[in-house]
C-alpha cells in the first residue's frame, strides 16, 4: 500500500494522493503520536530524528485509513499505543483503525479459528 504523499519525505512514484480527508487527519495523528509537540506545518524545516520517526509514523497510519483498512500491526508502543493505551484508543477513533502489536493480533487471529 502507497504511503500518503508528503512533501519532502515520500519518494516520487511510491506515494499516493491523499483524500480530501488526509491532511486534517494526519495533522491529527501527528498532534496525538507527537503528545501535542510536533512542529506544525510550515516550521518542519529542521526536525529531530525523533520527529521524522514520527512523522513516518503517522505517514503510515495516514495510509491504513485512507485505505480503509482494519488494522495497522506495529510493535511501536510508543508511537501508537502509549504508556497507558490513550494514544491507541485516539488513534483508533481517529482513523477507523485497530492497532494491535503482533501478539494481540497472533492471540485475535488464533480466537477466530
Known sequence: MPETLTLGESRLGAAALGSAKSPARFEAILAI????????????????????????DAM?????????RDVLVTNDRRAFIGPDYGKRAMLEDLCATKIRTVDEFCREIATLA
Open 60 to 68: 503510515i497510519l495516514e495510509a491504513h485509513a485512507r485505505e480503509r
Open 33 to 56: 503520536i507527537g503528545s501535542g509537540s510536533f512542529p506544525k506545518s510550515g516550521q518542519r524545516d529542521s526536525i529531530t530524528h525523533g520527529q521524522r520517526k514520527q512523522l513516518r
